[in-house]
């Protein structure tokens, strides 16, 4: 099993910048799709971004160019770069691990992180 814990959320003005942590233990997530993922109050969860396995990174178009990923397998850990942040981003954010066989659905799922940017 993977366990992840989601950090780094707090408050801040819109435009300005916030950068989310992701520790995994149990397993090195070198073999797995990090993904993030929010969910806004009262919307369903999406998709915010993901980093393949192999060094590849997708994003959701809402994020395109504001948020990166990245990841460092040797400390377990993924990052989420979150700038020019907007009040639509408000939301809370999960870091989630798939492996990477081709499977669609994530297998392990981090807490959540709240994320609230004020206009």
């Known amino acids: 099993h993977v366990q992840l814990q989601a950090s780094g959320g707090g408050l801040v003005q819109a435009g300005g910048s916030l950068r989310l942590a992701c520790a995994a233990s149990?397993?090195?997530?070198?073999?797995?799709?990090m993904g993030w993922l929010r969910q806004a109050p009262g919307k369903e969860r999406e998709f915010v971004g993901i980093?393949?396995?192999?060094?590849?990174?997708y994003y959701a178009d809402s994020v395109k160019g504001r948020f990166t990923i990245s990841r460092d397998n040797a400390k377990n850990m993924v990052y989420l770069q979150m700038n020019s942040l907007r009040p639509e981003d408000t939301a809370v954010y999960y870091c989630?691990?798939?492996?990477?066989?081709?499977?669609?659905?994530?297998?392990?799922w981090g807490q959540g992180t709240l994320v609230t940017v004020s206009s």
């Open positions: 980093s393949g396995s192999g060094g590849n990174t």
């Open positions: 989630a691990a798939k492996y990477s066989d081709g499977r669609s659905k994530y297998d392990y």
């Open positions: 149990g397993r090195t997530i070198s073999n797995y799709h």
